[in-house]
């Protein structure tokens, strides 16, 4: 990650981190544990690089660029490419975008349904590349794909089930050829043949997680670009993390049935005022 601090030349003698726990010892001192993001580890290590080295402690008045994504207007005045840089980095949110995009929200079922019905997933899948061969059956410059179900037999009863959102992108060739007896291990061994330029033998297992991480992978993609698009927004970078935390809680999905976060930590947090030039 780009240290925006080092591009506009400002050294800097303090870090960043969030207070968690304390204990009191028996001599009544306080021991506070505190986190530092991976971003400030470096950092970190130049600044105490021993153990027992004295420290100042100060909270950090929310919506500091140290600890939230900000806006362009709230930097300071640096000028040329420095600035342009640093606005940039400044007024997005790539890392809430980033902690976002590693988290477990868009995998879901929840969500997938606030986001978008089963049907509409399919008709995205339609015009993704296949996932064995990578193409597809193209027709004036469009692609048209299938949604290929990811079967499964559901725990005892013998029987093939089509849960919803579990479709993968598939040609019309590779669909025939994945609906064959023992296709999924066909359709993965010719994916990778295709990729790897090596014939391999794979196990019908092998091929079934293949089929159920692409889709997972999927509708995880599908979710992800959908609701940046009903954000209004053409990057997750530019979603003002306050727009993301109204829409889960109008769809009910800021918290799990047991009060947990769905959503990265930061989502949750306050953030500096929208400025008017740049509101919807
Ligand atoms: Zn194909
Ligand atoms: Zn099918």
Known sequence: MTDYYQILGVERDAIAGTRKAFKELVDGTLRVQIDIEPRNKAQFHKLFPEIDMPIAIAPLKTGQPETKGSWPGDILHTEGKAADQAVELLGSFGDEARQLRQSSFFRRPEVW????TDAEFQEWCRHQKCIVCGDGDWLD?????QAAHVRRVSEGAGTSIKPAYSTVSLCTTDHIL???????TAA??????MKLGNERQV???EAKD????RRIEAVQQWAWETLKAELGCESWKQVYPPDLLKWAEAHKVAATASGGLTMPRRYYDTYPERPARIES
Do not use: P
């Not at 410059?141 to 794909?145: A, F, I, T, V």
């Not at 993965?188 to 043949?193: C, G, I, P, Q, V």
């Not at 293949?210 to 991480?213: E, G, H, I, T």
């Open 188 to 193: 993965y061994r010719k994916y990778l043949t």
């Open 113 to 116: 349904a606030a986001i978008g």
């Open 141 to 145: 410059g469009e692609l048209y794909n």
């Open 178 to 184: 994945e609906q064959h007896q023992h296709g999924e």
């Open 210 to 213: 293949w089929f159920d991480r």
């Open 203 to 205: 196990t019908l297992q």
